[in-house]
């Protein structure tokens, strides 16, 4: 017996199979994903609002929070200019070492975070390539805010290219080209044509990058020294709570992390949406 076919050619599954499968995705998603963020937000609360406000604005968990958005503005503003400026080097010009170009961006999602951590460590550590000099001129790096900073920009930086790259590709170079002939300038071409035509990749890249960011910690564990009231970020700040047995303030910082996660997700939901829909329009 032939399988059945849906009402456009083309072939369907059984509807025991169809089920089969969409029960079993719920299932993965409701024991992996659901079941472990509503227990983070049960244990962030098992001790009442009082409890899990008094663990937000411990002093330390404030620096953790106020680290973690500094670096991330940092991260997420230099990844976004340098995302930009890969997808244009890559799909606007030509030149020897391109593919290569594109190989290296996807670096940092082959290499461990951990690993990144500890190149930056002999790099810029003590005993590092560069640490007598910095140490002579009483720079630091490592165990400080820049060396945070530097690890997250590293493990964050593919996501806005990577948005950009196969949309501009697909794109191509004839608006750009026929701007230029009718006399603007490159910037003018950047800001009028090209910007407007990559704004909701641009914003999706963003918004992946702001979310691992926030969240990254194997990188920033190596570099940052776990010194409490300026070195931790939010992460951190979770892992030292927990080693310590304070559950509950542990989870209560955590549910910031959660929240992020929630907000990411509503807001790339809403970008797909747009984007979906200026498609169907035929728009940018």
């Known amino acids: 017996m032939s399988a059945p076919r849906s009402h456009d050619g083309v072939r369907a599954e059984p509807a025991v199979v169809k089920w089969a499968i969409i029960a079993l995705a719920g299932l993965f998603i409701g024991l992996f994903i659901l079941l472990p963020l509503i227990n983070v937000f049960a244990q962030a609360f098992s001790k009442g609002w ?12 404030l620096a953790a929070v106020k680290l973690t958005l500094i670096v991330t503005a940092i991260a997420v503003a230099a990844n976004t200019v340098m995302g930009l400026v890969m997808a244009w080097a890559i799909t606007k010009f030509s030149f020897r070492g391109k593919s290569l170009l594109i190989s290296l961006i996807d ?6 975070p951990v690993v990144a951590g500890l190149v930056f460590v002999l790099l810029f550590g003590a005993q590092g390539y560069f640490g007598p000099w910095l140490s002579d001129h009483d720079i630091k790096i490592i165990f400080a805010w820049p060396g945070i900073a530097l690890a997250t920009i590293f ?19 004839t608006e750009e080209e026929a701007a230029v002939t009718l006399g603007a300038g490159g910037w003018r071409v950047f800001s009028r044509v090209t910007l407007p035509n990559i704004k909701w990749a641009l914003l999706y890249g963003v918004l992946l990058c702001n979310a691992r960011a926030m969240g990254e910690f194997g990188a920033v564990s190596v570099v940052s020294g776990h010194i409490r009231g300026e070195t931790n970020t939010i992460p951190l700040q979770v892992e030292i709570l927990y080693n310590e047995y ?3 303030a542990s989870f209560a910082v955590a549910s910031l992390l959660a929240l992020l996660a929630i907000v990411t997700l509503l807001a790339k939901t809403a970008l797909e949406s747009r984007v979906h829909s200026r498609r169907s329009r035929g728009g940018h």
């Open 50 to 61: 009082e409890a899990y406000s008094l663990a937000l604005v411990e002093p330390d968990a």
């Open 107 to 112: 670096l940092p999602f082959s290499v461990s």
């Open 155 to 173: 493990v964050t930086f593919p996501f806005v290219a990577r948005e950009l790259v196969p949309l501009m590709q697909e794109q191509g170079t």
């Open 246 to 248: 304070q559950f509950q």
